[in-house]
């Protein structure tokens, strides 16, 4: 598949771009072992160093390689980093699987009946062929990435790497020994890891009952009661996709809504969509305390205006993410790190240390896995293909989409209304906002839960944001992105011609409600 559709085909909720060490529950996950890999030779000095084989890492070091420089790629778990091995690939094709179980049962709002009429469709899940199909894709991703790797000629070393001065580097290799490298360029793309969970009784429970991103998805049966702590992107889609494959289903938030970034009538709808769908939402609360019960039970106390008790067999702690830094060293080489240890770095991606440069979400949000592959573009055009300065790309004002694979989907580009407000105070602000239920696609295939909402620039037309938070809302939402970028006002979105009965349709009405 070449480079370019495969970046096309990764898309994310949320981006990773550095994979955390193995674990038992993952190690299918290395069938990289099998590529050997090619060992670097005598000398220590590379034309460009790459740590860490995420979505920015591994096309860089391809690019660098290809342009006929010498190229070292340093990664200590696995290649193609978090998104295709624990992030966007295995996560959004688990959610397939979701989907496909609620279509299942939702048949006979269509006419369509797996048991007899008068009941309620039937559905079993099988976790086990749920966990393969998501293990076959990731293999056969990654496998894409180590060919690419290996035909470019870039030498990999599988270890971890930490700096011993501004240039030169030292390795743990996985066998045990060390070696030393330098680069002439080095760049830094490795990533974070989900947070460890830190909640009042956690040490109580099994360490197999406290799950993360990473560990939920090697599960070889459906949690009965699972409890979800944190209410952002990673916890809303994981959420909805175990109660859909039959679990009972608890998010704990801390604060008063879910996804904290988006424009509160948009948390607010995919709440009431959530628990439609029949999962227990937890606004306001905080875990107070943990304890066992009943052998594989526990209950958690939480606070909320008063106090409550949830029942649960499993925890996924979906609050936070946190960089992959603290074994880097950055200290020796002088990189200047944030007070939360994301590495800092300028609109050219550059770091405190000269020939040093970062990628990535270990530069701190946005952290998209579309966003570290803008990241290898930009020092793509500014370090190889082209030595002009004055034209040089930058991360300055870039628009910034994202989609929360949640059913539907939530698609955004740009400034939310509160953004718009406080970035531009002396624009005509303006607002128009949408139910999916006026959409008559959207009610043709009985999918109308949700809304869209713009905001524009009153006087002059320009759309400064969109959220669509509907059927296919990720799509929708490129279709308005693609208007922003191109400088197309809201008025000749309103006044084009749309195919019927599309979703971009909708893009004639909505402007209506301003």
């Known amino acids: 598949m070449p480079l370019t559709l495969r970046h096309h085909l990764l898309r994310v909720t949320r981006s990773c771009t550095r994979s955390v060490p193995r674990t038992s529950s993952s190690s299918h996950s290395v069938s990289h072992r099998s590529l050997h890999i090619m060992s670097a030779p005598a000398t220590s000095l590379y034309d460009a160093v790459v740590i860490g084989s995420g979505q920015a890492g591994t096309p860089l070091a391809s690019a660098f ?81 180590e060919k690419r790797l290996k035909d ?43 947070a460890p969970p830190s909640f009042p009784g ?78 227990d939402i937890r606004l306001g609360s905080e875990i107070t305390g943990a304890e066992p019960v009943n052998g594989d039970k526990f209950t958690l106390k939480i606070r909320t205006e008063h106090e409550d008790n949830i029942t649960g067999t499993h ?16 200290k020796s080489a002088g990189i200047a790190m944030d007070k939360r240890g994301y590495i800092v770095a300028d609109e050219f991606l550059a770091t405190s240390a000269k020939s040093v440069y970062v990628l990535g979400d270990v530069k701190g949000p946005p952290a998209f896995t579309h966003i570290s592959y803008d990241d290898f573009r ?4 500014n370090l190889i293909d082209s030595s002009e300065q004055l034209n040089k790309l930058s991360t300055k ?27 531009f105070p002396g624009r005509a602000i303006r607002t128009a906002k949408m139910p999916m239920a006026y959409v008559a696609r959207a009610l043709e295939t009985d999918e ?16 400064l944001g969109f959220t669509c938070l509907g059927i296919e809302g990720g799509e929708v939402m490129a279709v308005v992105q693609t208007a922003m970028m191109g400088g197309v006002t809201y008025q000749q979105l309103q006044n084009a011609v749309w195919a019927h009965p599309s979703l971009a349709e909708s893009l004639n009405n909505l402007w209506g409600f301003l």
Not at 70 to 89: Q, Y
Not at 165 to 193: C, Q, T
Not at 203 to 223: H, N, R, Y
Request: net charge neutral; aromatic share 4%.
């Open 202 to 279: 956690v040490d109580k429970l099994e360490k197999e009952q406290v799950l993360d991103s990473t560990t939920i998805q090697e599960l070889g049966a459906v949690p009965e009661r699972l409890v979800v702590i944190g209410g952002g992107y990673v916890g809303v889609e994981f959420a909805q996709l175990m109660s859909r494959l039959g679990a009972h289903v608890t998010v704990v938030q801390r604060g008063k809504q879910l996804l904290p970034r988006e424009d509160p009538e948009v948390a607010e709808t995919l709440r009431e969509i959530l628990e439609e769908d029949g999962l």
């Open 65 to 145: 390689a290809n342009a006929g420089q010498k190229t070292l790629l340093i990664e200590r778990s696995h290649i193609a980093g978090c998104c295709v091995n624990e992030g966007c690939t295995p996560t959004k094709t688990m959610i397939a699987s979701g989907r496909a179980a609620y279509l299942a049962r939702r048949g006979q709002d269509y006419g369509v009946h797996t048991t007899d009429a008068k009941g309620a469709n039937q559905v079993w899940i099988d976790m086990q062929k749920v966990r393969q199909r998501k293990r076959d894709i990731v293999d056969s991703f990654r496998g894409g990435s």
């Open 378 to 381: 930009i020092i793509k055009r």
């Open 152 to 194: 470019a000629g870039v030498e990999v070393l599988m270890g971890e790497a930490s700096f011993v001065a501004a240039m030169e580097l030292r390795v743990k290799l996985d066998d045990g020994s060390e070696k030393r490298v330098e680069g002439k360029k080095i760049f830094i793309n490795v990533g974070e890891r989900p």
């Open 315 to 330: 925890i996924l702690f979906a609050a936070g993410r946190v960089p992959n830094t603290e074994s880097l060293n950055l």
């Open 397 to 423: 004002d870039r628009l910034v989409p994202y989609v929360v694979y949640t059913d539907p989907q939530l698609g955004h580009v740009g400034f939310h209304e509160r953004e718009a407000r406080t970035t």
């Open 448 to 463: 109308s839960r949700g809304l869209m909402k713009a905001v524009v620039d009153g006087d002059s037309g320009q759309i």
